[in-house]
């Protein structure tokens, strides 16, 4: 762990390995930690982890920000850090600030990855939104834990996964406070707004989309919208898997990322 | 609207028209106002719409019953108002309450029509009682709507009739009592323990099961069982639509249901 | 069976019971004999079976007609039959030659109903289109079987009726003649140029569409087209069916389409 | 290329790279040549392209055999080329014959990977290899070619490759000779008795299974078997693709691939 001062605001952030940088934007709940799991499978690059603003152990935002101030702050973190150009894989809400960034900053990108998100916030979202923040606000874990784990995980996984669910509400009820409760919110707010379905279509660079066919928050159609509108675009479903695709499949998810990056920019010759 | 009483409880109940009988069990948040748009479309039976302990206008019931309950009033229901023989539909919750009717009494029914149900309450779905049951507990119809809306309907219906759904959360906010609230709790926790999908295989009545592609509380999966496992069923998904089928397709749920009905016991002889 | 002469041709039809007339246009291999096993489940209407110019005991055609033949020649078969207005349902290329037909005689129709049908043959049609006719061309029955059936009935259908398709396959052996062969050459190459996908946004005539899940020749996807481009459209899907789902389903289709007339031109005041 | 020789047999190979050798074992109509645009994908490999008996360049065999005359071809061509261990790929009848391979020489395997493949020969596909068998025996190209391609590709790719399509029938009704036509019969009849559904339970290799939604002959369901059945399996859909997944996504094809073989022995620890 490590912090990066850029103007009012410090970035927690974590580098491991050698090679093109592959930086990950966490979905909404996650942090730094949530990829650690992750290092040993992608040896080749140079795996930044970050914590956007109101994530994990970043600065806390100010009432009524957009996702644009997480696409602005990774600019100048790139440029305090020296990093020209990086591969950039988003998850859910930060599948949606790299959308963002490579509209403003396609030159600093090699390649997009995105993961169950959508370009689009749409009316079932909001809903959505409103009872996760409504959640939040009782800074109650076993309340925040039920109104939100069942868009999170598939069917399939609660059924096969009863008791690290169970864990994992447990060590939630325990370990979050207040202040990362209402920065979850002002984070959700941050996305309400959120269309960019059509500017999407300049997008020219190589970007892998990962669906997954039980994803219920994002589901496949909004995935399907992205892979007609960004040109150079591969889309692949995981099986049996809920928006969480990254830990219900995490095998599937780290072969997909790691053979994406092998050759993103080769072309074959076959039609 | 009339009632009867039923021991210690009155039960709330309509009917319309003359024929076969045809009884309608309401999903959770359901009441008999919920078909009256529908009277017209089903001229050929007698239709009854009857609340259920804990729902619209009937008596509300006593902590800690099973959806057993309902069973045994229905069936006393049947003998007090002269009613030998029915064809039973039910959604959702109320489908759970047919199947565990035709296998108590199979011999009051004609034929089964079972729409977006399920016959075992999964892991997830018990978590999402459990944010319904602690929604409506808040006797706060914003919250409550926020917390249940995005289960029972589809993105798409959400898109298309979003004013819509604001007027009926106007509505919610204003009708609901916490007396039925406290009613709702009872009987969303009245299904915690549902488990008859081995016991389900002995039902041989005619049955027609009507899935909705976009259901993510009872996924089309939920609904293969019970088709792989009722011998004599016919299995119809209806596109482009969420839970709530006989709201989203009015047009196409009451095409399902009288077609099925028209014919439900002749046997055609092709193959 | 009965004939009617109309110019140079004559068509064979049979009539069965009374009420508003529900006309079946056949799919290309089909006769009126195909839908005798029906006749039990559509008391309420009149029904009238009929073979298309190159179809059953029908007049051959001559080469090089298209699907617009068929249209007028109904067109004066209705008018010769005094029959005002229909019901007309069309599978396949019945399907396509309905569409065709509600677009140049709307005034002759109450309902439509299409399953498994097409706006367009497609590149891929067209070569299943020329293995068919070259299967044909051999005037052996049991090439010509295996050059179709996997395209007309789901894998599952093979699976459960292994011994009815080998029945089937040593009835068309035996029965088709050359002369039959002949004439499903010129009807399948009579589709090879539709394209109405444009076309149908006009048609105003309350619609129902049925899709099956395993069609592989006609796939839910150009349904959707169809789906989305004529406004009064209901759209549902039979589980589990290939191609012919009224052979495959026979329970399921009689009871959409039951269903779908019953109510077909009345409003349900839900949302 | 160049040729090695098995007892009466010559197998045609090409290798290509270096690294943890691994092997392609090609659909039924494939050849060595279909994998060298890939060449340039799999940098980290010591490729192995080959012809299997009645493939490509390869000896003709005799009437009658079965794919385990495959299977033991492979084990004598390994041992005489040196070769202890690989990672195995087959595609669609090279994926049979993968998975024999694997329930015959476990030990010799590090990985398995199934693309387009099933464990059974079903009764369609039987009809579809009559019809296959039939068009071969013409020795008519284009019959050949309407015959098999509607089924090897999907209806998408048709319509977006016509001219390609085109050329390649051109290509083919130039170049198969009457040898060829008798060998592909030969290949197609060996795989008639397929069934190794409950053999493959006994399978403990990390093995990648790579679907396609549109694929028509083998159809998601029976990847979805075999999923059920390998212990060590990862399942992953393309989107938008037929049977010729490795033709119609070469990229998302190359990357599950490599993405796989990257870390396929490694283990995640999250859950």
Redesign the interface.
Known sequence: MAKVTLNDYELNYEIYGEGEPLIFLNGIMMSTLSWR??V??FKDYKLIFIDLIDQGSSSKGKEGYTQDIHVDMLEEFFNKMNVNKVHMLGISYGGEVAMKFALKYPEKLYSLILSNTTSYT????K??E??WA??AGTYNGR?F???T??YI???KF??E??K??KDRENLLVNSLTPEWYDGFIRAIRSASTLNITEAIETIELPT?II?A??D?IT?LPYQ?VI?KKIKDS???????SGHASM?E????F???????L??YD?K????
Chains 1, 2, 3, 4 share one sequence.
């Open positions: 799991p992750f040993d499978f749409n009316e079932l979202m809903d959505i409103d009872i409504y959640a309340i834990f039920k109104a784990m069942p995980y598939s069917y609660y059924e996964n009863a690290w669910l892998l669906g066919d039980l219920v589901p399907e892979n591969r889309f692949v479903v995981i099986k049996d830990y499949k995490p095998y599937e780290a072969a997909l990322v790691n053979g994406f092998k050759n080769k074959i010759n076959i039609i």
